[in-house]
């Protein structure tokens, strides 16, 4: 069974940065096209970006021109940079294929406070 680990979360002020990583196991993911979401507290889940297996890329657009999302083949992972990061960016982050087909994993927390 495939398993997805993030990781990379926390606590920042408004402005900073964060970078995620989702290593993804058991699995040859260079084919898929890999996403990262996120759920806040009493909200749905949602797509904040997405990476193709050719590289191409696509975020919501709430996120544009702060966050960027990157693959490492060779690794297994997918990343996201958050920059500029604000308190509406608070959020469990997950990744996933692009229409989510793998079990979930546990999440990363970001929490963006002053």
């Known amino acids: 069974q495939v398993q997805l680990v993030e990781s990379g979360g926390g606590l920042v002020q408004p402005g900073g940065s964060l970078r995620l990583s989702c290593v993804v196991s058991?699995?040859?993911?260079?084919?898929?096209?890999m996403g990262w979401y996120r759920q806040a507290l009493g909200k749905q889940r949602e797509l904040v970006a997405y990476?193709?297996?050719?590289?191409?890329?696509n975020y919501v657009d709430s996120v544009k021109g702060r966050f960027t999302i990157s693959r490492d083949n060779a690794k297994n992972t997918v990343s996201l940079q958050m920059n500029s990061l604000k308190p509406e960016d608070t959020a469990v982050y997950y990744c996933?294929?692009?229409?989510?087909?793998?079990?979930w994993g546990q999440g990363t927390q970001v929490t963006v406070s002053s």
């Open positions: 996933n294929t692009f229409q989510p087909i793998w079990k």
């Open positions: 990476i193709t297996s050719g590289g191409g890329t």
């Open positions: 058991r699995t040859i993911f260079s084919s898929y096209t």
